[in-house]
């Protein structure tokens, strides 16, 4: 999802970069929308926005003011 929005990058400039990774790694995988979620991703070429079900939806928004995109 955060590659998808172009926040991947962004990712490893905050601190404790690894920390907020795992948890976000472990939000998605206890999200219970793993095929919504594969499907979405498939389906959305350039996406302003993760899907309103997304437990990583307010880290993303943080990204993406971090980098500029919002």
Known sequence: MMQKLGVDRQLKTV???E????RAVDRC???GHQ???AIWIDE???P????????????IARL???A???
């Open 15 to 17: 601190p404790d970069h």
């Open 19 to 22: 920390a907020v990774t795992r």
């Open 29 to 31: 995988r206890s999200c």
């Open 35 to 37: 095929d919504e979620c």
């Open 44 to 46: 959305n070429e350039q």
């Open 48 to 59: 302003n926005d993760p899907p309103d079900y997304c437990r990583n939806r307010d880290l």
């Open 64 to 66: 993406q003011h971090a």
């Open 68 to 70: 500029g995109l919002r």
